[in-house]
């Protein structure tokens, strides 16, 4: 039985499902944001425009540690860029190294040079591809990333990684679904997409104008078509059904955000999810302790919830959507 498989299925999954049936939060999965840095600058995300201070490395590998003992079973790392940190690879081995589920999200540009380092250390390699060349590369406003994706891809696979894509629509590739799907069918990837923010840390400021519900019932109504063949999508078919009823995705105030899974802020606020970080002030782990800090973070600010795919997927899944739980299991155990 593989590392990953017993993690999920041991003694942790089980301290879960208790604190479940208790109804008693508990930060089974986090996102660590290594940096808000990035060596991009994409059309649509303002993230590093909130580059600041960073936690050492020391204060990562302590802060998975706290959270180990408060019940971490997965941790995914992101940024910003996060292979800008010279540290990210040593972060990542030690989550490892407490027998967590690892994944990392990346654009790529950075990553070809480690990837047999990540092999060891993760179980899933989450990389940024908006189109085909033209509309990945305009996205990206980095001529020659496109490339680079598909290498890293490719790479990644060879060397035994899981790997996933994920592709942020905005209006200017809406139509690029089918070719996306086509490409993660023939790397072995799964694809997950998800519509463009207005701002990346306010979820109140909504969606990109051009998202509107028409817009993305037909995106919805897409994935769900592309499902029934058998192609890729990563999404789940609730996943997909909340897509399709935008703008009112579901409610902030019932998300399991903050209850199951946060997100680590580089500077070591907790928070539910990153469009929430703003909303209010938020604990911070390094002040009060991670474990303290995740017990006090409380429901979310209410509204209409979001079509962040890997925060939906988690709160399907913690809320005990089935076939969301057998999709991810599907997703991680399958191609
Ligand atoms: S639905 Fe959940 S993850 Fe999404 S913005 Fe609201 S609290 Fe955050």
Known sequence: MSEALTTLLGKRTLRLLAHRAQGRPLPYSITFILTHRCNFACSYCDVPSAAGEEMSTGEYTSAIDELCEAGLARA??????????????????????????????????????????????????????DGPEREHDLAR??????????????RARAAGLKTATITVLTRDNLHVVDEVLDVSRRLGSFAYFQPAYLECFERDRGLQPELGARVLADVAERLASSKRRGLPVGASSAYIERLGRAPHFGR???CNAGRYFATVMPDGTLVPCHLTSRARSWPNGRTMGFAAAFRSLGRPPSGDGCAISPYQEADLVFGGDLGAARDAFARFFGR
């Open 141 to 154: 406003r980095q001529p020659g990333s496109y490339k680079r994706v598909v290498r890293v891809l490719e």
């Open 76 to 129: 995914s790392f992101s940024g910003g860029e996060a292979l800008l940190r010279r540290d990210a690879v040593s972060i990542i081995a030690h989550a490892k190294r407490r027998r967590l589920v690892t994944s990392l999200n990346t654009n790529a540009w950075l990553a070809e040079r480690h990837l047999d380092d990540l092999a060891r250390v993760l179980d899933v390699l989450v990389v940024s591809l």
């Open 252 to 254: 902030c105030e019932r």
